[in-house]
């Protein structure tokens, strides 16, 4: 079988709220052969899944206000051999842990250029160990993260324990809830 011939027999559902990021990866999947469709809430994303049974996710980690992690569980148990790749604006070492241990295969920020999502679809975990040692070698940094971004990751992880409830998470961290949501409203601070 050729790759043309692939890219055709694989379907790729793409859950993501933000509608011009969804018709931009819309259309660039669909110029490189593949047969591609967009959700845009949790709703359509498990009705698409039901009919189309895709064989790949792109699933935003946020959507309109509800975690994707939630969704991974049910998108496996629709299709065990579905291969999920989680994109988000808001990357934490915290939820990557999750989605990987939900089922995803991969997780990126964004902004993702096409081949870089597309490679992550053929990423395994059950990857050749001299492979993974060097790959794994190469992402670890030798410099302790910022304290920005452990501040970052710390909220992140107590927002998660908290289910997403601002309020709650802003009492935890004794912290105003304004305050919280400005934070969270940033861009993640760099490594």
């Known amino acids: 079988m050729t790759n043309s011939g692939t890219a055709m027999n694989q379907s ?6 933000d509608d011009t990021f969804s018709a931009t990866l819309l259309r660039a999947l669909k110029r490189r052969g593949h047969v591609a ?3 845009k809430t949790v709703a359509e994303a498990i009705e698409l899944a039901q009919s189309a049974v895709p064989s790949r996710v792109v699933l935003d980690l946020n959507l309109v206000g509800e975690s994707g992690l939630g969704l991974i569980p049910r998108l496996l148990e629709i299709n065990p051999a579905c291969r999920i790749v989680v994109l988000t604006g808001y990357a934490s070492i915290s939820t990557a842990v999750d989605a990987i ?3 995803a295969v991969q997780y990126l920020a964004k902004p993702v250029d096409i081949d870089t999502l597309l490679r992550a679809f ?19 940094s030798p410099l302790p993260m ?3 971004r452990m501040e970052w990751e710390h909220i992140q ?3 998660r ?3 997403g409830n601002i309020s709650s998470t802003a009492r935890a961290l004794n912290m105003h ?11 993640p601070a760099k490594q």
């Open 12 to 17: 790729i559902l793409i859950i993501e709220d």
């Open 37 to 39: 469709e967009a959700a």
């Open 101 to 103: 241990k939900l089922g």
């Open 122 to 140: 053929g990423h395994t975990l059950q990857a050749d160990e001299n492979t993974a040692a060097t790959s794994t070698a190469a992402a670890v």
């Open 146 to 148: 910022s304290v920005d």
């Open 157 to 159: 992880r107590v927002l």
């Open 161 to 163: 324990e908290h289910k």
């Open 177 to 187: 809830r304004r305050t919280l949501q400005r934070k969270l409203l940033k861009r």
